[in-house]
């Protein structure tokens, strides 16, 4: 079984190369080691802490763990107090129970607070870097340099094989090698943010060695509107519920010049299906019922939109104006005023589509967990071979869960190869 698609990073395209086409480079000679590791983001590095002696990462990157550099603005949401199983998205939801409850937030928060490393909650048991996400990615250098583990960047995958041991050709810096592992951790993530080199690494390994694969798609993004019906409303941002299939998460909604964004938006996405209608409250905490009729009672000749511009951003409640009756509330009964409040309360939109990878925080879908051990991440058929992190079918909520689920699949792919 083999391989051939490699990363050209100086024309930033991917290609598929025969042997017989490949560039020709220096050969190295060939070496061993225990595991050899496919990327150096969260994953693979909290894996390679933990893997043992004999262990090697390999990434096409410039430097480790660069989603890790740029998440929370720079200050990295690391994992997330609440962190739990019905928090993660997944075709098996019962496949993350083990991993989370054997290496779980507080475990990952000790060795932070081991390292000296200060942080603080935000919202909804946020944790983030008092000072910047850079602590967080020396520390798992430091913790791969006191595990003895070796890491080479500006490494291309070439060719993969497997016979009695896995087989992998890379090209570094223009020298080819070729290094034979007992086993393989897919950990080079999912297909979000290209721009920062992500690919479909680890899906086309998975699937020449016959793991199934649920079909990926971007979460965690913005949604779009073809007709640009919210550019007026671009920049605003007001506390909403937002509804997709069922599911709701109460936090800010950003209006943009393409559709809709902020936190409630990106968490409701990994939930959205393409065609149908998500369902925003605009006054989450408030019954605008009752704040219309509590000030018709005492203010009835005032209008309408002068009313609801004091519970509601006054340019929503302008960009709203046409749909909403041109009245006093005196004017009004009570009936009518209820018909309205429910219509802002129950705005039914349906998106054209999402910014797609290129904004997308994560990648949902992935290798299919029914082919992984959950208790090791192995997979089933192919002795040797794991994945973990973004590469797997189990995707968090916005928060920090994705950092956590990447410590624990990591940490567990890792104590069980040292462990055999």
Known sequence: MHILDVWDAKRGIQGTLSLATAPVSRHVACMHVKTLILGAGAAGMMAAAHSGPSTLVVDHAKAPGEKIRISGGGRCNFTNLRTAPDRFISGNPHFAKSALSRYTQWDFIALVDAYGIAHHEK?????????????????????????????????????????????????????????????????????????????????????????????????????TFTDDRFKPLAGTALPTRVTASGTAFTEATLFTHRGLSGPAILQASSYWTEGDAITLDLSPTTSLFDALKAAKQSAGRRALTTVLSQLLPGRLVQYLADALPASNLADLSDARLREIAESLHQWHLTPSGTEGYRTAEVTLGGIDTAALNSKTMEAKTVPGLYAIGEAVDVTGWLGGYNFQWAWSSGWVAGTAIAEH
């Open 123 to 223: 919202t909804l048991g946020q944790l983030f870097c008092d000072t910047s996400a850079r602590q967080i990615v020396q520390m798992l250098k430091d913790e791969m340099d006191r595990a003895g583990a070796r890491l080479w960047l500006k490494t291309e995958v070439v060719d993969v094989a497997h016979d009695r041991a896995f087989r992998v050709s890379l090209d570094r810096d223009g020298s080819r090698s070729t290094v034979t592992a007992d086993n393989l951790i897919l950990a080079t993530g999912g297909k979000s943010i290209p721009a920062m080199g992500a690919t479909d690494l680890s899906y086309r390994i998975a699937s020449q060695f016959g793991l199934p694969m649920i079909t990926a798609h971007p979460g965690l993004v913005p949604l």
